[in-house]
């Protein structure tokens, strides 16, 4: 194989661990709790021991050998799954099938559009507000649908800044709006999102997801949330519900399971959907702003509208950080049920 994609192989699989270890040395217990979800640290390291295997197949030239014919495989396919080991001839019908669609996908992923903006849904009210930290930024919202028809609402994060992070995500978003409308769960979305990604020689990085599904003759509000921090929903009975991780970051764990959940929904329920810009944005005495505060404030507003609720909560950060421009990407999705 060509040294220099062996190379570039190595490189980024490399930086890929690096960035996972980096993570697991400097991140506090209950922030790597939050990313690995049900899963735990074992996991993960599990998953670096397998991708030190491939660096090393890589060193020794080995990598992308065919089970079959011993022969190397395609080198753009090598690219887009590092773990392929068998020539396109020789894959099973099924196989050549599956391997078709991606390509397919790969293709309308470089055609797809910008988030679109909040969609009319009976007795619910949407509002957004994003802004990066840089000129371009990770985090990633939007308002898709599923194949019956069900509403999606989707949030995201890729660890990372700038230009890098914004092209990853674009990716993300793109895959997005070719999946949902083929899928019927959002977990079965997200299985095939990490499924797509933790091979991807251009994913160095993982990315927080959460994917909701609601169904307006049921009221209820179906999610997935992969390694993303937990939404929170105020009900009127003053109860305060956290969507907890519910599986692991997308690219961080490649054998993972993701699970769903289903809440209730009622009159005058407010759920908040953020990226971590908002609750690790720090004050001039370096205090961060912290979920506890932002709890606090959902409390206090969740009988506000959607729209209310997120102007009150910039206004409360632009307090609390005394800049209106954030150290990191900030985004927020409020949603409002009402009678």
């Given at each position: 194989?060509?040294?220099?994609?062996?190379?570039?192989?190595?490189?980024?699989?490399?930086?890929?661990?690096?960035?996972?270890?980096?993570?697991?040395?400097?991140?506090?217990?209950?922030?790597?709790?939050?990313?690995?979800?049900?899963?735990?640290?074992?996991?993960?390291?599990?998953?670096?021991?397998?991708?030190?295997?491939?660096?090393?197949?890589?060193e020794?030239?080995?990598?992308?050998?065919?089970?079959?014919?011993?022969?190397?495989?395609?080198?753009?396919?090598?690219?887009?799954?590092?773990?392929?080991?068998?020539?396109?001839?020789?894959l099973?019908?099924?196989?050549?099938?599956n391997?078709?669609?991606?390509?397919?996908?790969?293709?309308?992923?470089?055609?797809?559009?910008?988030?679109?903006?909040?969609?009319?849904?009976?007795?619910?009210e949407?509002?957004?507000?994003?802004?990066?930290?840089?000129?371009?930024?990770?985090?990633?919202?939007?308002?898709?649908?599923?194949?019956?028809?069900?509403?999606?609402?989707?949030?995201?994060?890729?660890?990372?800044?700038?230009?890098?992070?914004?092209?990853?995500?674009?990716?993300?978003?793109?895959?997005?709006?070719?999946?949902?409308?083929?899928?019927?769960?959002?977990?079965?979305?997200?299985?095939?999102?990490?499924?797509?990604?933790?091979?991807?020689?251009?994913?160095?990085?993982?990315?927080?997801?959460?994917?909701?599904?609601?169904?307006?003759?049921?009221?209820?509000?179906?999610?997935?949330?992969?390694?993303?921090?937990?939404?929170?929903?105020?009900?009127?009975?003053?109860?305060?519900?956290?969507?907890?991780?519910?599986?692991?970051?997308?690219?961080l764990?490649?054998?993972?399971?993701?699970?769903?959940?289903?809440?209730?929904?009622?009159?005058?329920?407010?759920v908040?959907?953020?990226?971590?810009g908002?609750?690790?944005?720090?004050?001039?005495?370096k205090?961060?702003?912290?979920q506890?505060?932002?709890?606090?404030?959902?409390?206090?507003?969740?009988?506000?509208?959607?729209?209310?609720?997120?102007?009150?909560?910039?206004?409360?950060?632009?307090?609390?950080?005394?800049?209106?421009?954030?150290?990191?990407?900030?985004?927020?999705?409020?949603?409002?049920?009402?009678g």
């Amino acid at each position: 194989m060509e040294a220099i994609v062996l190379q570039r192989l190595k490189e980024t699989i490399a930086l890929r661990v690096q960035n996972i270890s980096s993570f697991l040395s400097n991140a506090p217990p209950s922030t790597i709790k939050l990313r690995v979800g049900p899963a735990d640290e074992k996991a993960v390291a599990q998953e670096l021991e397998m991708l030190q295997t491939t660096i090393q197949k890589v060193e020794d030239n080995t990598i992308g050998l065919c089970e079959v014919c011993n022969e190397y495989i395609e080198t753009s396919r090598l690219e887009m799954d590092y773990t392929a080991c068998v020539c396109l001839e020789h894959l099973s019908g099924e196989e050549r099938t599956n391997l078709e669609n991606d390509l397919e996908l790969s293709a309308k992923v470089q055609q797809a559009l910008f988030p679109h903006a909040p969609p009319r849904i009976q007795n619910i009210e949407l509002a957004a507000f994003s802004q990066p930290a840089r000129i371009v930024g990770g985090d990633y919202f939007d308002f898709l649908q599923f194949k019956d028809g069900s509403h999606a609402i989707v949030i995201a994060d890729v660890m990372g800044k700038g230009m890098p992070a914004s092209m990853l995500m674009a990716s993300l978003q793109a895959s997005l709006r070719i999946i949902a409308p083929e899928s019927k769960e959002p977990s079965e979305v997200v299985a095939r999102l990490n499924s797509i990604f933790c091979h991807n020689i251009r994913l160095t990085n993982f990315v927080t997801l959460f994917l909701a599904k609601y169904n307006e003759y049921t009221k209820t509000l179906t999610y997935c949330n992969a390694g993303h921090n937990p939404p929170v929903m105020m009900k009127k009975s003053a109860e305060l519900v956290s969507m907890e991780p519910t599986g692991a970051a997308i690219g961080l764990i490649e054998q993972t399971s993701f699970e769903q959940r289903t809440i209730d929904l009622e009159e005058n329920d407010a759920v908040l959907m953020y990226t971590d810009g908002i609750v690790e944005s720090f004050n001039s005495q370096k205090e961060m702003f912290g979920q506890e505060r932002l709890e606090q404030y959902l409390r206090s507003s969740f009988q506000k509208s959607a729209q209310q609720i997120i102007s009150g909560l910039r206004e409360i950060l632009h307090q609390f950080t005394e800049t209106t421009v954030p150290a990191d990407d900030t985004t927020v999705i409020a949603m409002k049920v009402l009678g």
